[in-house]
T-cell receptor, first 111, second 112 residues
Framework: QQPVQSPQAVILREGEDAVINCSSS?????VHWYRQKHGEAPVFLMI?????EQKGHEKISASFNEKKQQSSLYLTASQLSYSGTYFC????????????FGTGTRLKVLA | NAGVTQTPKFQVLKTGQSMTLQCAQD?????MSWYRQDPGMGLRLIHY???????DQGEVPNGYNVSRSTTEDFPLRLLSAAPSQTSVYFC???????????FGDGTRLSIL
Protein backbone atom coordinates (compact mmCIF):
# COMPACT_ATOMS: atom_id res chain seq x y z
CA GLN A 1 0.00 0.00 0.00
CA GLN A 2 1.35 3.38 -1.00
CA PRO A 3 2.31 6.01 1.58
CA VAL A 4 -0.32 8.66 2.24
CA GLN A 5 0.59 12.31 1.90
CA SER A 6 -1.12 15.29 3.49
CA PRO A 7 -2.36 17.75 2.61
CA GLN A 8 -3.55 16.74 -0.87
CA ALA A 9 -3.20 20.30 -2.10
CA VAL A 10 -2.03 23.63 -0.72
CA ILE A 11 -1.97 27.20 -2.04
CA LEU A 12 0.57 29.66 -0.70
CA ARG A 13 1.61 33.25 -1.22
CA GLU A 14 5.25 33.90 -1.99
CA GLY A 15 7.24 33.97 1.22
CA GLU A 16 4.89 31.71 3.17
CA ASP A 17 5.92 28.37 4.67
CA ALA A 18 4.42 24.91 4.13
CA VAL A 19 4.79 21.40 5.52
CA ILE A 20 4.03 18.25 3.56
CA ASN A 21 3.70 14.96 5.40
CA CYS A 22 4.24 11.38 4.23
CA SER A 23 2.96 8.49 6.35
CA SER A 24 3.47 4.79 5.73
CA SER A 25 1.67 1.76 7.17
CA UNK A 26 4.90 -0.22 6.74
CA UNK A 27 8.38 0.28 8.15
CA UNK A 28 10.52 2.78 6.27
CA UNK A 29 14.26 2.36 5.84
CA UNK A 30 14.65 5.52 3.83
CA VAL A 31 12.50 8.21 2.23
CA HIS A 32 13.12 10.19 -0.93
CA TRP A 33 11.38 13.41 -1.92
CA TYR A 34 10.65 14.51 -5.49
CA ARG A 35 9.09 17.52 -7.17
CA GLN A 36 7.21 17.27 -10.45
CA LYS A 37 6.50 20.32 -12.57
CA HIS A 38 3.51 20.24 -14.88
CA GLY A 39 4.25 18.20 -18.00
CA GLU A 40 7.64 17.03 -16.76
CA ALA A 41 9.11 14.00 -15.04
CA PRO A 42 9.60 13.97 -11.27
CA VAL A 43 12.95 15.31 -10.09
CA PHE A 44 14.74 13.98 -7.03
CA LEU A 45 15.14 16.53 -4.22
CA MET A 46 16.66 14.75 -1.25
CA ILE A 47 17.13 11.50 0.60
CA UNK A 48 16.48 10.77 4.27
CA UNK A 49 18.33 7.74 5.59
CA UNK A 50 18.37 7.93 9.38
CA UNK A 51 15.65 8.48 11.93
CA UNK A 52 15.28 12.15 12.83
CA GLU A 53 17.95 13.21 10.37
CA GLN A 54 17.26 16.40 8.46
CA LYS A 55 18.54 17.15 5.01
CA GLY A 56 18.41 20.46 3.19
CA HIS A 57 18.05 21.66 -0.35
CA GLU A 58 17.85 25.42 -1.02
CA LYS A 59 15.18 26.54 1.47
CA ILE A 60 13.64 23.08 1.53
CA SER A 61 14.42 20.65 4.32
CA ALA A 62 12.99 17.35 5.49
CA SER A 63 12.86 15.09 8.50
CA PHE A 64 12.38 11.36 8.92
CA ASN A 65 10.96 9.59 11.97
CA GLU A 66 11.47 5.85 11.61
CA LYS A 67 9.41 4.96 14.68
CA LYS A 68 6.38 6.90 13.48
CA GLN A 69 6.98 5.73 9.88
CA GLN A 70 6.68 9.33 8.77
CA SER A 71 8.60 11.95 6.89
CA SER A 72 7.90 15.67 6.53
CA LEU A 73 9.05 18.16 3.93
CA TYR A 74 9.45 21.77 5.01
CA LEU A 75 9.31 24.58 2.45
CA THR A 76 10.48 27.88 3.91
CA ALA A 77 9.86 31.31 2.40
CA SER A 78 8.29 29.72 -0.67
CA GLN A 79 9.11 30.97 -4.16
CA LEU A 80 7.07 30.80 -7.35
CA SER A 81 9.46 28.09 -8.58
CA TYR A 82 8.35 25.78 -5.76
CA SER A 83 4.99 25.20 -7.46
CA GLY A 84 4.44 21.62 -8.54
CA THR A 85 3.46 18.25 -7.15
CA TYR A 86 5.58 16.74 -4.40
CA PHE A 87 5.95 12.99 -3.92
CA CYS A 88 7.62 10.94 -1.28
CA UNK A 89 9.05 7.64 -2.46
CA UNK A 90 10.49 4.59 -0.80
CA UNK A 91 11.61 1.05 -1.44
CA UNK A 92 9.11 -1.52 -0.22
CA UNK A 93 10.45 -3.15 2.95
CA UNK A 94 8.81 -6.55 2.43
CA UNK A 95 11.80 -7.77 0.43
CA UNK A 96 10.40 -7.27 -3.07
CA UNK A 97 12.65 -4.24 -3.87
CA UNK A 98 9.78 -2.54 -5.63
CA UNK A 99 9.74 1.23 -5.36
CA UNK A 100 6.51 3.02 -4.55
CA PHE A 101 5.42 6.64 -4.34
CA GLY A 102 3.15 8.50 -1.99
CA THR A 103 -0.20 9.87 -3.06
CA GLY A 104 1.25 13.29 -3.90
CA THR A 105 0.70 16.89 -2.74
CA ARG A 106 -0.07 19.67 -5.23
CA LEU A 107 1.55 22.94 -4.22
CA LYS A 108 0.82 26.26 -5.87
CA VAL A 109 2.66 29.43 -4.95
CA LEU A 110 1.00 32.71 -5.90
CA ALA A 111 2.73 36.05 -6.36
CA ASN B 1 25.58 10.85 -20.17
CA ALA B 2 22.03 10.32 -21.48
CA GLY B 3 20.52 8.81 -18.30
CA VAL B 4 17.13 7.21 -18.97
CA THR B 5 15.84 7.46 -22.54
CA GLN B 6 12.22 6.75 -23.46
CA THR B 7 10.81 6.47 -26.97
CA PRO B 8 8.48 7.54 -28.41
CA LYS B 9 7.60 10.79 -26.60
CA PHE B 10 4.05 10.81 -28.00
CA GLN B 11 1.87 8.09 -29.48
CA VAL B 12 -1.75 7.75 -30.57
CA LEU B 13 -3.20 4.26 -30.93
CA LYS B 14 -6.53 2.80 -31.87
CA THR B 15 -8.32 0.42 -29.53
CA GLY B 16 -7.01 -3.10 -29.98
CA GLN B 17 -3.62 -2.15 -31.40
CA SER B 18 -0.43 -3.30 -29.72
CA MET B 19 2.79 -1.43 -29.27
CA THR B 20 6.04 -1.35 -27.34
CA LEU B 21 7.32 1.58 -25.31
CA GLN B 22 11.09 1.60 -25.23
CA CYS B 23 13.26 2.42 -22.23
CA ALA B 24 17.05 2.38 -22.05
CA GLN B 25 19.48 3.52 -19.36
CA ASP B 26 23.24 3.94 -19.54
CA UNK B 27 24.00 4.18 -15.81
CA UNK B 28 24.37 0.42 -15.22
CA UNK B 29 21.46 0.48 -12.77
CA UNK B 30 20.18 -2.90 -11.62
CA UNK B 31 16.61 -1.80 -10.89
CA MET B 32 14.19 -0.53 -13.52
CA SER B 33 10.48 0.27 -13.26
CA TRP B 34 7.51 1.39 -15.31
CA TYR B 35 4.88 3.75 -13.89
CA ARG B 36 1.74 5.25 -15.30
CA GLN B 37 0.41 8.64 -14.31
CA ASP B 38 -3.16 9.60 -15.13
CA PRO B 39 -4.10 13.31 -15.26
CA GLY B 40 -3.87 14.92 -11.82
CA MET B 41 -2.97 11.60 -10.24
CA GLY B 42 0.03 9.93 -8.69
CA LEU B 43 2.52 7.39 -10.00
CA ARG B 44 1.31 3.81 -10.12
CA LEU B 45 3.76 0.96 -10.54
CA ILE B 46 3.07 -1.31 -13.53
CA HIS B 47 6.05 -3.70 -13.62
CA TYR B 48 9.56 -3.64 -12.30
CA UNK B 49 12.84 -5.53 -12.64
CA UNK B 50 15.69 -6.14 -10.21
CA UNK B 51 18.11 -7.34 -12.87
CA UNK B 52 18.46 -8.89 -16.30
CA UNK B 53 16.08 -11.81 -16.65
CA UNK B 54 14.06 -10.90 -13.52
CA UNK B 55 10.74 -9.07 -13.66
CA ASP B 56 7.75 -8.78 -11.35
CA GLN B 57 4.32 -7.18 -11.24
CA GLY B 58 3.48 -3.89 -9.62
CA GLU B 59 0.09 -2.50 -8.63
CA VAL B 60 -1.49 -2.24 -12.10
CA PRO B 61 0.07 -4.93 -14.36
CA ASN B 62 -3.00 -6.05 -16.32
CA GLY B 63 -2.75 -5.41 -20.05
CA TYR B 64 1.03 -4.94 -20.01
CA ASN B 65 4.04 -7.20 -20.49
CA VAL B 66 7.71 -6.56 -19.84
CA SER B 67 11.02 -8.31 -20.38
CA ARG B 68 14.58 -7.54 -19.31
CA SER B 69 17.10 -9.29 -21.53
CA THR B 70 19.89 -6.80 -20.80
CA THR B 71 20.75 -4.46 -17.93
CA GLU B 72 20.23 -1.44 -20.20
CA ASP B 73 16.80 -2.10 -21.75
CA PHE B 74 13.35 -2.56 -20.23
CA PRO B 75 10.58 -2.36 -22.86
CA LEU B 76 6.89 -2.19 -21.94
CA ARG B 77 4.40 -3.89 -24.25
CA LEU B 78 0.73 -3.06 -24.51
CA LEU B 79 -0.96 -6.23 -25.69
CA SER B 80 -4.31 -4.86 -26.91
CA ALA B 81 -4.69 -1.14 -26.26
CA ALA B 82 -7.79 0.10 -24.43
CA PRO B 83 -8.94 3.71 -23.82
CA SER B 84 -8.35 3.15 -20.08
CA GLN B 85 -4.63 2.89 -20.86
CA THR B 86 -4.50 6.52 -22.01
CA SER B 87 -1.87 7.97 -19.69
CA VAL B 88 1.68 9.25 -19.34
CA TYR B 89 4.16 6.42 -18.90
CA PHE B 90 7.42 6.93 -17.05
CA CYS B 91 10.37 4.58 -17.01
CA UNK B 92 12.78 4.89 -14.08
CA UNK B 93 15.99 3.26 -12.98
CA UNK B 94 18.03 3.24 -9.79
CA UNK B 95 21.05 1.51 -8.32
CA UNK B 96 20.75 -0.97 -5.46
CA UNK B 97 20.67 0.13 -1.83
CA UNK B 98 17.62 2.31 -1.13
CA UNK B 99 18.59 4.84 -3.80
CA UNK B 100 16.19 7.26 -5.53
CA UNK B 101 14.70 6.83 -8.97
CA UNK B 102 16.07 8.46 -12.13
CA PHE B 103 13.27 9.15 -14.60
CA GLY B 104 12.97 9.30 -18.35
CA ASP B 105 11.02 12.18 -19.91
CA GLY B 106 7.88 10.08 -20.29
CA THR B 107 5.71 8.80 -23.13
CA ARG B 108 2.32 10.45 -23.61
CA LEU B 109 -0.02 7.76 -24.93
CA SER B 110 -3.57 8.28 -26.20
CA ILE B 111 -5.86 5.38 -27.07
CA LEU B 112 -8.82 6.25 -29.28
Amino acid sequence: QQPVQSPQAVILREGEDAVINCSSSKALYSVHWYRQKHGEAPVFLMILLKGGEQKGHEKISASFNEKKQQSSLYLTASQLSYSGTYFCGTEDTSGTYKYIFGTGTRLKVLA
Amino acid sequence: NAGVTQTPKFQVLKTGQSMTLQCAQDMNHEYMSWYRQDPGMGLRLIHYSVGAGITDQGEVPNGYNVSRSTTEDFPLRLLSAAPSQTSVYFCASRPTGNQPQHFGDGTRLSIL
